[in-house]
């Protein structure tokens, strides 16, 4: 049965204290619920997010990690210093980290494996362009982005595996995916996976949205019968619209 995730990536936002009044108001309003509930808070604040949340259900994740174990990699974290902090997933292949910093599907194939290897769950973030959505080369791009990434992977280790697409031209623009077109793609996610490995591994991965999702969309985008959950951008970082979208699921 695969779960219901809810997660909040919070990005290059808030300082420690801003951090810690947010985690506060989170765990305090957190609703009772069947979802996983996950947030990304920066490197530098994430050893205070775990002691914050240690008597919490809310799970913290990373938004990053090199491929290397170590080595001259200025800047860069790897999965045994995550792993050292209570940290046991992330968040790999953001649409910001393939569009700013030049991530390839070749380096994303490798930090997966490098996240697998030290047994870490993965939430592998995909999705098209404004400019494939409208040349119909979407479904496409969203397949070749998987293939490239996750589809040399052994079938026993998709139980590691969550799936986060996110149409880029929704990110932060105010637009939105439609229900429909969600659906739509999930659906085709699914059946792809189904193609590749079988309908067990297909049915058993979780696969959210990630676009502008609000309080005011997040029912009916999660009512579908594919969208298992969402990964939130602007909304998690306000404590009462994050609560609202837990209980939409």
């Not at 001259?72 to 997933?89: K, R």
């Not at 009512?223 to 998690?236: E, F, T």
């Amino acid at each position: 049965m695969r779960s219901k995730i809810v997660a909040g990536n919070w990005k290059m936002n808030k300082t420690l204290e801003a951090t810690e009044t947010l985690l506060a108001a989170l765990a305090a309003k957190l609703p009772d619920t069947h979802a996983e509930v996950m947030v990304a808070p920066t490197f530098v604040n994430l050893t205070g997010a775990v002691q914050s949340l240690h008597a919490s259900t809310i799970q913290v994740i990373a938004q990053n990690m090199h491929f290397a174990e170590s080595g001259a990699y200025t800047g860069e974290i790897s999965a045994d210093m995550l792993l050292n902090i209570d940290i046991d997933t992330v968040i790999i292949g953001h649409s910001e980290r393939r569009a700013y910093f030049g991530e390839t599907d070749a380096i994303l194939a490798k930090k997966v494996v490098a996240a697998l290897d030290k047994n870490m769950r993965v939430m592998f973030c995909f999705g098209e362009e404004l400019d494939d959505r409208k040349s119909e080369n979407h479904f496409k791009v969203v397949e070749t982005q998987l293939r490239n990434a996750l589809f040399d992977l052994d079938a026993s280790v998709w139980n590691k595996i969550i799936l986060a697409y996110e149409p880029v031209w929704a990110i932060g623009t105010g637009e939105t995916a439609s229900p429909e077109q969600a659906q739509e793609m999930h659906a085709f996610i699914r059946k792809t996976i189904a193609d590749v490995y079988d309908t067990s591994v297909a049915n058993n991965v979780s696969i959210l949205y990630g676009g502008s999702v609000k309080p005011g969309n997040a029912s009916e985008i999660f009512s579908k019968p594919d969208v298992d959950g969402g990964l939130i951008g602007g909304a998690s970082l306000v404590a009462d619209d994050f609560v609202a979208i837990i209980k939409a699921i």
